[in-house]
């Protein structure tokens, strides 16, 4: 990110009126080495993944292909916070489509108070997903998250982001985003992602996206479910039809 740098052994800083050298930020400079390196890399057929946080990196953001931060977020929740989710704040800065590079959400864990699975239920209704950090846990429950997105048509599907498709949760505190597939014979399949926004257990929580609906499985978990109970900060992920 482009720090305040006065070493002109690389360009950077100026000898202003006053005779003494001055800061300057290489924004440029940033931008440049990053064409240089997506030119270089691309043609190897790398992909460049950006860890750097928020927005402060925007000139290099055309040269990188996915970009993985979350800590500004979690700092909070990893000290034991309560707050409800920010959801303007995550939509702002974490979906990835104000700036048009995907985004993979980071997650660090404080048990019990923050885990994996919260990071998860803040990500998949913005349509992005946290990136396991380690083997072990993580990586199990991403594997079994990803295989239901591999058996889902989503390149064929439209999403309905729980922003723009009214109260459809019968609790305001539950979230849900959906994408929707349309069969070649107009039958319609739905994957569902529902999380609990705030730390309190919600309860009795139904669903409704569409009267159609006759059948509601977990993807996870298999097996049919009608009301859904959301533990705190929790999600679940649903097939429908
Ligand atoms: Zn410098």
Redesign the pocket.
């Known amino acids: 990110m482009p720090r305040l740098?006065a070493?002109t052994a690389?360009?950077?800083?100026y000898y202003g009126a006053d005779g003494r050298l001055h800061g300057t930020y290489?924004i440029r400079?940033i931008r440049n080495m990053f064409r240089r390196l997506y030119a270089e890399l691309s043609m190897r057929g790398c992909v460049i993944n950006l860890h750097s946080y928020g927005c402060l990196n925007f000139t290099a953001l055309p040269y990188v292909n996915g970009t993985w931060y979350g800590e500004n977020l979690q700092t909070a929740y990893i000290k034991g916070s309560n707050e409800d989710m920010p959801l303007d704040y995550f939509r702002a800065e974490y979906t990835g489509r104000n700036m048009g590079v995907p985004v993979e959400f980071i997650a660090y864990e404080n048990r019990p108070v923050w885990n994996f699975e919260n990071a998860v239920a803040m990500s998949i209704i913005h349509g992005i997903l946290p990136r396991p950090n380690d083997i072990g846990h993580p990586l199990d429950l991403m594997s079994g998250i990803w295989r239901v997105i591999d058996s889902f048509p989503i390149a064929k599907s439209e999403w309905h982001p729980y922003w723009s498709c009214g109260d459809i949760t019968s609790d305001p505190r539950a979230k849900c985003s959906y994408y929707v597939y349309t069969a070649p014979d107009g039958e319609k399949q739905y994957l569902a992602f529902i999380s609990n926004t705030t730390a309190e257990e919600l309860s009795g929580i139904t669903l409704s996206i569409d009267k159609a609906i006759t059948r509601m499985i977990d993807a996870i978990e298999g097996g049919n479910v009608s009301e859904l109970t959301l533990g705190p900060f929790g999600y679940r992920i649903l097939y429908m039809k």
């Not at 690389?10 to 800083?13: L, R, W």
């Open positions: 740098c070493n690389h360009g950077c800083g290489p400079a």
